[in-house]
């Protein structure tokens, strides 16, 4: 996922700081907390399509796929990967139950700006009869495509002989714009209103344009991708996630930080923990010790115990381990970012 992949707590440390000495590395779930904080009485989202245009709105749409070459109705045909995305995204949190609220149709006016605010009479009628909380609306879905053209020159030998040909190059932009609200009956006020926007670029070659338009992409398919995209930016944007983040660890300097390597395979971290404070107390060099200290913040972490984490990470700083400065920054972060998560979980059961 562009997406998500994200994208949290910086890994640079893993491959920048880390690039001359002997690590390893390994993978632990933290929570990401969402963009924005939800009313926590705001328990169940009904998910709802207003994405259609109404008639003024087909009519633009129908000339825009005139002119850019889209496929008519093409957004029609793609919003439900926007609503695929973003209930995927959701249901990886433990946040909000979802219901997708079937046979309601509604319009806006077209292209990518919002349209006027639902009534709230509707609103309530809507959460009222579907039981829940709050509507979370794909108020917009517009896509563009563009195709631009070059050409190159490719040298070519066939039966020995070499020859230059001429071929037809495209290069096709591809853009997926979405809108949501969140419409909150009980206080009736839009509580997000947010536009996510993703895009990608291919390109296609061949002897003849017919050729390098057939080796493109399939646009509805770039399409369909890219809203998926959309929708899962946004789950992320109101709800907290867990995602698997890169830790890395030092294995060099001693021969029982190698030792200990083992032991962190194994998830042995008791065991691991031990050799890293033999090493802490009993090597000559500060950079050594300092590995070691810095190992045993990762294994706090690891273990769920971010105060101690940090306290570790603040003895390999003084021990004068640079890398540990960003891991340190990144674990005070950390501990912001799961006191977020933990109010904004605060009465999910």
Request: some cysteine.
């Amino acid at each position: 996922m562009k997406l998500f992949h994200h994208l949290f707590y910086s890994v640079i440390i893993s491959v920048s700081l880390f690039s001359c000495v002997a690590t390893s590395s390994t993978n632990i779930e933290v929570m990401k907390p969402a963009d924005i904080t939800v009313a926590p009485s705001i328990l169940k989202l009904g998910i709802v399509d207003r994405s259609h245009p109404d008639k003024n709105g087909k009519a633009i749409n129908v000339l825009e796929g005139l002119v850019s070459g889209e496929g008519l109705f093409q957004d029609k045909y793609s919003f439900a990967e926007a609503v695929t995305g973003l209930t995927s995204g959701l249901s990886k949190s433990q946040r909000y139950s979802i219901f997708q609220i079937p046979g309601v149709t509604l319009y806006n006016n077209g292209g990518t700006s919002f349209s006027p605010i639902l009534s709230w009479e509707l609103v309530k009628e809507l959460c009222l009869k579907n039981n829940v909380d709050a509507l979370l609306v794909l108020e917009i879905f517009d896509t563009d495509k563009s195709l631009k053209w070059s050409t190159e020159t490719n040298s070519v030998t066939r039966n020995g002989i070499t020859q230059n040909e001429l071929y037809q190059v495209a290069k096709m932009n591809v853009s997926v714009t979405a809108g949501w609200r969140i419409y909150d009956p009980a206080t009736m006020t839009v509580v997000d209103e947010y536009r996510t926007y993703e895009t990608s670029s291919s390109s296609g070659k061949g002897l003849t344009t017919y050729d390098a338009e057939k080796n493109l992409p399939q646009y509805s398919n770039e399409v369909a991708k890219l809203a998926r995209i959309n929708g899962e930016k946004y789950a992320l944007r109101i709800a907290p996630t867990p995602m698997t983040v890169l830790r890395s660890y030092y294995t060099g300097g001693d021969e029982r930080m190698k030792l200990a390597k083992v032991l962190m395979r194994d998830k042995k971290y008791e065991e691991a923990t031990k050799l890293y404070e033999a090493v802490s107390t009993s090597a000559e060099k500060p950079k050594v010790r300092g590995r070691a200290f810095h190992n045993i913040a990762l294994i706090h972490e690891v273990t769920g115990s971010i105060d101690k984490a940090i306290e570790f990470a603040e003895k390999a700083v003084a021990e004068g381990n640079k890398s540990s400065v960003s891991y340190l920054n990144t674990l005070k972060q950390r501990k912001l970012d799961d006191e977020k998560a933990k109010q904004q979980l605060i009465n999910v059961k």
